[in-house]
């Protein structure tokens, strides 16, 4: 694997990383259900526009059947919501959203306003159920766990367990009580890979230093009959603070998941890690 590093990533700095889907998606359909998932794109100075607008091109040229989005659409305020919202209006596909810790330390009122006014729709410790090439999908949303506000047991109260399951959280370690209430693929972001993920220090500054078990990527079980929850965190798009980013995991990601595909159909980006 090639090694990468950038001070200021830019658009052709961005990779699309592609993966099958679980089991309750793969047994149960008939029909293609393709997702685009995008996180932590912190729209502002840090980040470069051409950067923002390349991974919504890369969403949108995956031709998605939904886009998930998990959070931290901001820095520390508002004054880029015009970027935001234009950002998110060339979404080609039915998108949904769950807020982030940024989001909630910006103005949460104002970001879910935003979010909507650009066709997203936002789940507020709730969920839904959508229709694709006519099979129910069930699609809960955790707000953000950072800032104390997810609420899991209110988010998946009268879930259907026959019916197959997505769930966003910003927070990755949320997905452990997903699992246990039915939702069989979990998105979620926050981490940013750590930004450095060069010689196992991502995991030393997010894993015992930060107390993150879930850094970047894939992890759990998508096709035992039992035990079957899988959980994908994103590298995300921006940054906060500073953009550096070293290591090809850290590299800005739009994750593209064929959720009716078994794994094993075709390679992967990497494969499962352990469920921690």
């Known amino acids: 694997m090639a090694f990468f590093g950038h001070i200021r990533p830019t658009a052709r700095h961005l990779a699309v990383r592609r993966f099958a889907g679980s089991r309750p998606f793969y047994e149960e359909r008939d029909a293609g259900l393709r997702v685009a998932h995008l996180s932590d794109q912190h729209v502002g100075r840090v980040t470069p526009d051409a950067l923002q607008q390349a991974a919504i091109a890369a969403a949108n040229d995956a031709s998605p059947d939904l886009v998930l989005l998990t959070g931290d659409y901001v820095a ?9 919202k234009t950002y998110l209006s060339a979404i080609n596909a039915r998108a949904f959203a769950v807020l982030g810790n940024h989001d909630h330390w910006a103005d949460a009122g104002e970001i879910r306003r935003v979010l909507g006014e650009a066709g997203v729709e936002v789940l507020t410790n709730e969920w839904t159920t959508i229709h694709c090439h006519g099979d129910a999908v069930q699609i809960v949303g955790v707000d953000d766990a950072y800032t104390g506000h997810a609420d899991v047991d209110a988010a998946t109260r009268g879930l259907d367990r026959r019916v197959p399951t ?40 997010l894993g015992r230093l930060g107390r993150h078990r879930y850094i970047h990527g894939l992890y759990g079980c998508r096709h035992h009959e039992q035990d079957a929850g899988a959980l994908y965190v994103n590298a995300g798009i921006g940054s906060s603070r500073v953009s550096l980013r070293l290591g090809e995991r850290a590299r800005p990601e739009v994750a593209v998941f064929d959720l009716h595909t078994r794994p094993g159909s075709f390679d992967e980006h990497h494969s499962e890690q352990l469920r921690v």
């Open 76 to 84: 520390y305020g508002l004054e880029y919501l015009d970027q935001l």
């Open 166 to 205: 997505l769930a966003l959280s910003h927070v990755g370690e949320v997905a452990d009580p997903l699992w246990d209430r039915g939702a069989s693929f979990v998105f979620s972001g926050h981490t940013h890979s750590g930004q450095i993920a060069v010689g196992g220090i991502s995991k030393l500054a």
